[in-house]
């Protein structure tokens, strides 16, 4: 390297390789993830992007860039909802709160399915926690 300029531009073409190598796997990704492409379409794809690999890119940003976003935007919500499906189901006693226990204890007493003791450990567990 013989000065700070060439280091620059030898910078800068990495970037743009990684940037392209990083374009050229998403869209291959996308490709196998599409359900709406068959097998033959897919196979098209894949041919015209090892073959013509910008070309290709380009035409497959414009033409199918829409779609993918929207696959990626469902399979985020996807994701999301999962995830908050877990939190839910580990956070705690399944979403009943301390009144509504009491209120079911209550509701038992007034039933004489429980004696008034076992109604004042259920109301003082339910106040515990």
Do not use: H
Request: net charge neutral; proline share 1%.
């Amino acid at each position: 390297m013989n000065s700070l300029w060439d280091f620059l531009v030898w910078l800068f073409w990495i970037y743009i390789a990684i940037a392209c190598i990083w374009i050229f796997i998403t869209i291959f990704i996308d490709i196998f993830r599409d359900k709406s492409l068959n097998g033959w379409a897919k196979a098209l794809w894949v041919i015209f992007l090892v073959i013509l690999p910008f070309l290709a890119a380009l035409v497959y940003l414009i033409a199918r860039g829409n779609s993918m976003a929207e696959r990626r935007a469902g399979d985020m919500r996807q994701m999301q909802a999962a995830n908050d499906e877990y939190i839910r189901s580990v956070a705690g006693s399944g979403g009943t709160s301390a009144a509504s226990e009491i209120a079911n204890a209550k509701q038992l007493l007034d039933s004489g399915a429980i004696s008034q003791a076992e109604y004042d450990q259920l109301k003082a567990k339910a106040l515990s926690s």
